[in-house]
């Protein structure tokens, strides 16, 4: 997945973020240059997509097989990740055609959100009582979030305190408590590969309490 995910990258990540973390980032009273840095971060973003909706579809997958008593314990529906996959490709797909601050926030609250739930649902797994079935939906779910994570990562720049301080009051479970569920060496390899620092994003989450 990471492979496929490397070879589509054709920025520098780590400079689209550095200066989009310093530019006004709703795009009001933006220089020609900064609304084309923060394109270049989406335009980023849209080459994961195709690895999330693959991602999801394998959730998908293994949630749809769960028995009755099982799938409420993940919190989420079998098309539920499948359908946030799409609803973003289409956004960011949206904004490369016409960049505008709208549309913006709404990737950046979909990506969020499904940051979320996609926490929320790792951390539920525990209640899955058949171990075999806990954790053929803990590596389903692991490659997910791990994907999902790096764009986090590529979206989170973008993000005001504003945005921050929201996520802070509507989210009750912080990244560190799964970060440890996600592959650690593709996380980090792929990371540094895509120049992509995400400890910065995590340091940045726990200092606004994510």
């Known amino acids: 997945m990471f492979e496929r995910i490397k070879r589509n990258v054709h920025t520098n990540v780590a400079s689209c973020v550095a200066i989009v973390a310093m ?17 270049q971060v989406v335009t980023e973003i849209n080459t994961h997509i195709p690895e999330v909706v693959a991602a999801a579809d394998t959730v998908s997958s293994v949630v749809a097989s769960l028995l009755p008593a099982d799938a409420p314990l993940v919190g989420v529906t079998d098309v539920a990740f499948d359908t946030a996959a799409k609803t973003l490709q289409a956004l960011t797909a ?6 505008n601050a709208s549309v913006l926030q709404q990737i950046q609250a979909a990506i969020t959100t499904l940051e979320g739930q996609l926490n929320t649902a790792t951390l539920k797994v525990a209640g899955i009582k058949n171990s075999a079935t806990q954790q053929a939906v803990l590596a389903a779910l692991k490659g997910l979030l791990t994907v999902v994570t790096v764009v986090f990562a ?8 504003a945005q921050l301080l929201d996520l802070r009051e509507s989210d009750t479970i912080h990244l560190a408590q ?21 400890d910065r994003a995590f340091a940045q989450a726990e200092a606004f309490g994510l």
């Open 94 to 99: 949206s904004y490369m055609a016409n960049p």
């Open 154 to 161: 590529l979206i989170s720049p973008t993000l005001t305190t």
């Open 23 to 39: 530019t006004c980032v709703t795009l009001t009273g933006c220089t020609p240059a900064q609304k084309q840095t923060t394109l």
């Open 178 to 198: 799964v970060r440890p569920y996600m592959d650690q060496q593709e996380l980090q390899q792929e990371a540094a590969a895509m120049h992509v620092n995400l």
